[in-house]
């Protein structure tokens, strides 16, 4: 199977990319900076600025975790895996679409880019299949900038995990082809809940391309599971930062995680035909 991937220069990001070159061809990547198509306006400056000051600020223990995380990659996989690479400003810039055309791959795959548009979308699907990785169970949580922090942030342990789906123009709302709970024991820092997130992410993704290769993939449709709540980065502040440091210093546990099973039986049961046994 040849893939082209969008992705973005982190270091979790080459690290996924370097994990699925394991299990199929990558024909090329391209790396988005992920660059607004417009200018922001001054609303969106200002709350930009006042979120880095939230960071450095109430979400500092947040940052830190998160930064040791990628520089823990960083080490791991210095580099992506050797093929073409094309660097872009935005991913939906016309070089992609050439891209798409040049290549004709089997999948793309999505991870860490910005919002694909319509046309970007609707090109591809002409040529190809999209897959994306949400990390987060949809659709139960959905949206950014960081479900893991957003569960933390609302008690929501059992609901810490990561999903594979095929992309739509939705936040997120794409048929899931795979679901599953982060396996965690409730004794993890935070460091390494973020890792185990992020290896748990990169080890679905990579068991979901083998089972398309297999063709051994059904996807269903997020309306048949049930709702959920979709976050949005607007909406993280210094208020949520300081309620996810607290549940998690006070309220991650063992004995809450392993509350997550009967916490989300209802909902798992639902989702039995599409979860991967591990």
Same mark, same amino acid.
């Given at each position: 199977m040849r893939a082209l991937v969008l992705t973005n220069s982190n270091p979790n990001q080459v690290a996924l990319v370097n994990r699925l070159s394991d299990v199929c061809e990558i %024909?090329? #990547?391209?790396?988005s900076r992920n660059r607004p198509?417009?200018?922001?306006?001054?609303g969106a400056?200002?709350? %930009? !600025?006042? +979120?880095r000051v939230a960071e450095a600020t109430q979400g500092k223990d947040l940052r830190g975790a998160w930064k040791s995380m990628q520089d823990r990659y960083s080490t791991q996989f210095p580099s992506f895996p050797a093929t073409r690479m094309l660097h872009v400003s935005n991913v939906n810039d016309s070089e992609v679409l050439s891209e798409i055309d040049r290549l004709n791959p089997d999948l793309? #795959?999505?991870? !860490?880019?910005? +919002? +694909? !548009?319509?046309?970007l979308i609707a090109h591809a699907q002409?040529?190809?299949? /999209?897959?994306? +990785?949400?990390?987060? /169970? *949809?659709?139960y949580v959905k949206g950014g900038p960081n479900c893991t922090n957003w569960c933390l942030a609302k008690g929501w342990f059992h609901l810490i995990g990561n999903t594979i789906m095929w992309l739509d123009a939705g936040i997120d709302t794409g048929h899931i082809v795979a679901t599953e709970q982060t396996p965690l024991t409730g004794t993890e820092s935070l460091n390494e809940l973020h890792v185990a997130v992020m290896d748990h992410a990169h080890d679905l993704y990579r068991r979901?391309?083998? %089972?398309?290769?297999? !063709?051994?993939?059904? *996807?269903?449709?997020?309306?048949?599971l049930g709702d959920g709540t979709t976050f949005f980065s607007h909406d993280w502040n210094a208020r949520q930062m300081?309620?996810?440091? @607290?549940? @998690?210093r006070h309220h991650y546990s063992k004995e809450a995680v392993n509350a997550r099973a009967s916490r989300l039986a209802s909902e798992m049961k639902r989702l039995v035909p599409l979860v991967f046994e591990r």
């Open positions: %024909a090329a #990547i391209v790396v198509r417009r200018k922001p306006g001054f400056r200002l709350r %930009a !600025g006042w +979120l793309l #795959i999505v991870s !860490g880019t910005n +919002l +694909l !548009g319509k046309k002409k040529k190809t299949r /999209i897959l994306n +990785l949400h990390t987060g /169970i *949809s659709p979901a391309v083998q %089972a398309l290769e297999a !063709g051994d993939v059904k *996807s269903t449709p997020q309306q048949e300081k309620q996810a440091l @607290f549940n @998690f």
